[in-house]
């Protein structure tokens, strides 16, 4: 169009873009905390975990001047909270849900703390793949102008799938998830096991928090991931600890959250509060809908502890 | 303890070494310590709300003889009320600035009655004679920064299509975004202005999807009114848009795509506050002002604007200072619904307390307030 609006159709293309942005730390969160709760354990500090990737990362990034750096330093944080989550959980009596909230408070303290000199200066973003070289519209080239790191998620949800049903890792973990007597009858330790798949959980959550920070918003500061890391953790539970339900789910909260914006620009304002809410509708129509008072959720962990 | 009798006699003796050192070209000096205690609701480099605060409480710290205390991200609730006791008992503050709005009632105003020695400042309250005598608010009327930015952006902008990413449709933010729209139509008719309200003051992933869905609706130029315009600056600058900064001065973050902003000068206003106690007046409990009482100020033009737009804003920004001062709002005013919201022949000054109750968006403006 002449004035370079393209009027109603900014929504659905909000949509399609919010999805392909604000979706990457969920799926990378959600991805994580699967692996974590298949093998038996909640890892509720992931919020933690999150803030603290995106923190580190940015620090990394600003002070070696590599993106990618800042990405792996985000995923080795990310595991290292991962490992402390698990140490403390090992011990006997340890509940796994109190140690997750109190290892959120600790990330986020710890990020706020460390990241205090890193609000003012801007660190080098990780670079955007242009999907949209066929459009000659501007803003569908804005919407297609994705990151790796998007479909390095996309792609390890499939692979988490296949990995979980195929292989001898995946076995092991439901094993220790499912039953952990089974597991030491097997000749595993399954604290060993749980170890690993916090370790990793961490990790994949830590690089999610580098994505907030050096690709979308793309800045460090404290109010970075209101919430999304805790909302990813409950996303797991809507997703039925289904790698491939993940992904759909954490594409459906992105682009839940450009709705309300989107609506506005367009001219739809009233109820604007309601819209900006639609991911957490979202979450309590499908809860609502999916529950049973009959049943425990369908494809719970047996060890987890909240369906023990 | 008597802190408030200490206070004043440190303060006037300070008075006394400030103008003696004045004459004789010293550095003025505070004869002994007096600290000064700041709280802020959010981080104190967030680029932002709180930084423009902070900046101001560094001025105070060059000052010798002043202490300056300062603690930040303190919620608006009974948290605030513990930490204003701890300043004063623990660090012996008898000035106080707690400058969030949400701190002023009941926990500033508690606490003054508490302590009726100790100076209590608050920024952005509405001080009334109910409240207590060693209470303060004051504020300035950054509406005409944003002014000043609105002919900026109306000059400047290809599509006349200008976009304000706001955090909540309160009087403050409101009469932001239609001083800004004021302004662009003032130089340029066609100007509209979509609003964004993201519902909170800090919310960066919606305020990124905020900030792309007003480019994709054609809008060049953009402006905020949340605590840290980062997020909004950044983000339209990477999609090639020019935006106008608010708080303090983000030039720094978007060099090119920067054209002007809406600061606070509160490093101006708060050793003018010190001056007063120390000249023995006390500060006033209702103080405002704008450009001309350089409580506010713009930011310098970036290099995206033109000559034109330069001399309409210097224009504009020369009848604010003038004595006669320049009415933002004036009578004939219609909202964006078609209602008239001052009549025809009234002229609202700045100071009209019926602006401090703004709930419309004038004609120009996209969105609603609900």
């Not at chain 1, 990737?53 to 595991?79: E, F, N, Q």
């Not at chain 1, 973990?173 to 060993?192: F, K, N, P, Q, Y």
């Not at chain 2, 100007?191 to 990124?208: C, H, L, N, R, Y």
Request: charged share 15%.
């Amino acid at each position: 169009m002449a004035d370079g609006s393209i009027g109603l159709w900014t929504v659905p293309l909000a949509v399609l873009g919010g999805a392909i942005r604000v979706s990457t730390p969920f799926l990378f969160v959600s991805l994580g905390e699967c692996i974590t709760e298949r093998s038996g354990r909640i890892n509720l500090g992931l919020e933690g975990t999150l803030v603290m990737g995106a923190m580190s990362a940015y620090g990394i990034s600003y002070l070696s001047g590599s993106p990618w750096l800042g990405v792996l330093a985000a995923g080795v944080t990310g595991a290292l909270l991962g490992a402390l989550h698990a140490g403390i959980c090992s011990l006997p009596r340890v509940n796994d849900i109190a140690v997750g909230i109190a290892l959120m408070l600790f990330g986020t303290g710890l990020a706020f703390y460390l990241g205090k000199p890193l609000i003012e200066p801007t660190a080098p973003r990780l670079p955007a793949i242009d999907f949209g070289w066929w459009s000659d519209i501007p803003q569908v080239r804005a919407a297609l102008r994705i990151n790796v790191m998007f479909l390095i998620g996309v792609a390890l949800a499939p692979i988490l799938y296949w990995a979980f049903r195929t292989t001898r890792w995946g076995l092991l973990i439901r094993t220790a998830g499912e039953s952990s007597d089974a597991a030491r009858a097997m000749g595993h330790s399954v604290l060993l096991i749980r170890l690993r798949a916090t370790m990793v959980g961490g990790f994949l959550a830590g690089i999610g928090g580098s994505f907030l920070s050096l690709f979308y918003p793309g800045s460090w500061n404290e109010g970075l991931s209101s919430g999304q890391g805790i909302t990813a953790v409950a996303l797991v539970i809507f997703a039925r600890w289904d790698p491939m339900l993940c992904l759909w789910a954490s594409l459906a909260f992105g682009g839940a959250a450009a709705l309300g914006p989107a609506l506005q620009s367009v001219g739809v304002t009233s109820g604007y509060h309601l819209f900006n809410a639609a991911p957490y509708i979202l979450t309590l129509a499908i809860m609502i809908i999916t529950c049973s008072p009959k049943r425990t959720l369908t494809g719970a962990p047996a060890e987890l502890s909240i369906t023990r | 303890m008597d802190f408030g009798r200490i206070s004043r006699r440190h303060l006037l003796q300070g008075g006394a070494a400030l103008s003696l050192g004045a004459a004789a070209g010293l550095r003025p000096a505070f004869a002994a310590e007096t600290t000064i205690g700041f709280i802020y609701v959010g981080s104190r480099d967030d680029y932002g709300y709180n930084q423009a605060h902070a900046q101001g409480a560094a001025a105070l710290k060059k000052i010798p003889g002043l202490k300056v205390v300062e603690e930040e991200k303190v919620p608006e609730t009974d948290a605030v009320e513990k930490t204003i006791e701890s300043m004063i008992n623990l660090d012996g503050a008898t000035l106080l600035f707690p400058t969030s709005f949400g701190y002023y009632n009941p926990h500033m105003i508690k606490m003054a009655n508490k302590y009726p020695k100790l100076r209590f400042e608050h920024c952005g309250g509405l001080w009334s004679d109910k409240d207590p005598k060693n209470a303060g608010s004051y504020f300035g009327y950054i509406d005409e920064a944003q002014y000043i930015s609105g002919i900026v952006a109306g000059l400047t902008s290809k599509s006349s299509k200008l976009g304000f990413v706001a955090a909540k449709p309160i009087p403050q933010v409101l009469r932001n975004i239609n001083a800004f729209t004021l302004g662009a139509k003032s130089v340029n008719p066609k100007a509209t202005t979509q609003v964004i309200f993201t519902g909170d003051w800090s919310m960066p992933v919606k305020e990124a999807e905020a900030t792309n869905s007003l480019i994709d609706q054609g809008v060049d130029v953009l402006t905020c009114h949340v605590d840290g315009p980062k997020t909004m600056v950044e983000n339209a600058a990477r999609r090639g848009a020019m935006v106008c900064g608010y708080h303090t001065n983000q030039s720094a973050l978007a060099p090119k795509a920067y054209l002007t902003g809406a600061e606070w000068n509160w490093e101006a206003l708060y050793p003018k506050f010190v001056k007063m106690i120390a000249a023995g007046e006390g500060i006033p409990n209702f103080y405002r002002g704008g450009l001309k009482e350089e409580i506010v100020k713009t930011s310098p033009y970036g290099e995206a604007v033109s000559a034109e737009a330069r001399k309409a804003a210097d224009e504009a920004k020369a009848k604010f200072l003038s004595a006669d001062g320049f009415a933002i709002f004036k009578g004939g005013l219609v909202d964006n619904k078609g209602k008239t919201v001052i009549a025809a022949g009234t002229d609202r000054g700045q100071k009209d307390p019926e602006l401090e109750k703004m709930d419309y968006l004038v004609e120009g403006v996209l969105g609603a307030t609900s």
